[in-house]
């Protein structure tokens, strides 16, 4: 893999990437679902839309911008060609313009509300999001994963313009947001440009965001009864996560990976789910079956590949990382690698080509394998039930 140099300056991380022939771009504004307010579950998602409309107003041929809320980061991205550079810089940059939400009429706001309600009933009918939140909200309260499922098709009516104001005024301001931008011009060049359009400003001294505990007691009545075993990555060991640490955790809960394989063998029963749930405070991978076998099952499970087969997850994992060390560097790539390191749930590009580890890897899973905890769902709440 080519060494990539990126150069950080007042909130902007550019790298110059040679042979691409377009800019990637990203901004990362720091609030997200985890820290809306208690009473109006879903304010920053409908801030994040707001920005949008707001940003694709503010030039004459603006980008095609994309954007996701997570825990506790808001991400804009968008691609553009080299001559286009100053117009998707500014649009960018009213991203952070300090413009009031009331300045926008009744109608966006709404037509806004409606975009996301339905955003809310496509989630809602994937069975490995809601079970993930769900896991978390038992066994990570402290990460912010744990408000994950707070803002419901029923809940986002309550979010007001006096709450996306407020969120807006606090943090989509340029000295709280990071703009990651990556193509084949000196970085130096990027710096500048994203400067003149506003964009490169000493950082805020506001709060960054928090872990967030959980507000209240929600259940899920629509999910299935299901059991299933996790795996949480914080603390100590998620502030000094290795390069490969992701990629163990995807082979832990994969499919076909060693602790669904010896289920199977156990029960005779394929997984019903899995997911990978990412904050800058933790990240928790999770493996769920249906029905209620008994905690024993899974610990033995657990069990089996702890004694058994650590090596089969470092082998996985260690594929994993070679083929991402080997793949072709594109601008969006490294873009989304530099988002993940501006918002702190990834390691970031400057790490990817370090040579895996066996041993250190080998050392995660079996802290991870130590860690696990047995959950069973019922009533749409999960409960511990063993280790």
Not at 114 to 137: D, K, M, N, S
Not at 316 to 325: I, K, M, N, P, Q
Not at 331 to 342: C, H, K, N, S, V
């Amino acid at each position: 893999m080519t060494a990539v140099t990126v150069l950080e300056t007042d909130g902007v991380l550019a790298a110059r990437l040679p042979g691409a022939e377009y800019l990637a771009l990203g901004l990362v504004v720091p609030t997200g679902f985890a820290v809306d307010p208690a009473d109006a579950p879903g304010t920053a998602h409908i801030a994040e839309h707001l920005a949008v409309r707001r940003a694709t107003t503010a030039v004459a041929q603006p980008p095609a911008l994309a954007a996701f809320t997570r825990c506790h980061a808001t991400v804009f991205t968008a691609e553009a060609l080299p001559e286009q550079a100053t117009d998707a810089l500014r649009a960018f940059a009213a991203l952070t313009a300090p413009v009031r939400a009331a300045a926008q009429d009744d109608q966006a706001l709404e037509q806004e509300r409606r975009a996301v309600r339905h955003e809310l009933e496509v989630t809602a009918a994937q069975p490995a999001w809601r079970i993930g939140a769900a896991v978390a909200a038992a066994l990570a309260p402290g990460t912010g994963l744990a408000a994950e499922h707070d803002a419901t098709v029923d809940t986002i009516g309550a979010v007001t313009r006096d709450h996306v104001d407020g969120l807006v005024a606090a943090d989509y301001r340029p000295g709280r947001c990071i703009l990651a931008v990556v193509g084949d011009l000196p970085a130096r060049e990027l710096l500048e440009r994203a400067a003149q359009a506003g964009l490169g400003v000493p950082p805020d001294p506001g709060p960054a965001p928090q872990p967030s505990v959980r507000r209240r007691a929600r259940r899920d009545p629509g999910l299935p009864p299901a059991h299933g075993v996790s795996f949480l990555l914080a603390g100590p060991a998620r502030a000094a996560m290795d390069p490969w640490s992701p990629a163990v955790l995807d082979a832990l809960v994969s499919p076909s990976g060693p602790v669904a394989t010896a289920v199977r063998e156990l029960s005779g029963t394929a997984p019903l789910a899995h997911t990978v749930l990412k904050c800058r405070y933790g990240w928790l991978a999770s493996l769920a079956w249906r029905g209620d076998a008994p905690a024993a099952l899974l610990a033995d499970a657990a069990g089996r590949v702890r004694d058994a087969a650590v090596d089969r997850v470092v082998a996985a994992a260690a594929r994993a990382h070679g083929r991402a060390r080997g793949a072709p560097q594109v601008p969006t790539r490294l873009r989304d690698e530099l988002i993940a390191q501006a918002e702190g749930s990834g390691v970031g590009p400057a790490s990817a080509g370090v040579p895996f580890d066996v041993e250190r890897a080998a050392a995660l899973v079996r802290v991870l394998l130590d860690g696990a905890r047995v959950w069973r769902l019922r009533d749409g709440a999960a409960e511990v039930i063993g280790g």
